[in-house]
């Protein structure tokens, strides 16, 4: 069993930026990827970004694309999340996910929030 620590969430004035991050605990894991899901009050979870932990490899939903950057530390089994530009729009609750062979790991959550 895997777990997920989040960190970074906060309350940031639009146009600002935050850093999430979410390091894994110790895992025996090969092929997986890891990124970011968010739920917005009255909506339903959707994805933000992910990565390819063997070759780096990103993908942003289309509504972060350019704003954000997903990148990862192999040593310390961490991911971030670099956003910037956020605006109200970016209000939710981030979970961290660990994605392999079916799978799915979840983090507690971290809330982001920009008023309006």
């Known amino acids: 069993q895997v777990q997920l620590v989040e960190s970074g969430g906060g309350l940031v004035q639009a146009g600002g930026s935050l850093r999430l991050s979410c390091a894994a605990s110790?895992?025996?894991?090969?092929?997986?990827?890891m990124g970011w899901f968010r739920q917005a009050p009255g909506k339903e979870r959707e994805f933000v970004a992910t990565?390819?932990?063997?070759?780096?490899?990103?993908l942003y939903a289309d509504s972060v694309k350019d704003r954000f950057t997903l990148f990862r530390d192999k040593v310390t089994n961490t991911i971030y999340l670099e956003m910037n530009s956020l605006t109200p729009e970016d209000t939710a609750v981030y979970y961290c996910?660990?994605?392999?062979?079916?799978?799915?790991?979840w983090g507690q959550g971290t809330q982001v929030t920009v008023p309006s």
């Open positions: 990565i390819t932990w063997s070759d780096g490899n990103t």
């Open positions: 996910n660990l994605a392999v062979q079916g799978t799915d790991y």
């Open positions: 110790r895992h025996t894991f090969n092929s997986y990827t």
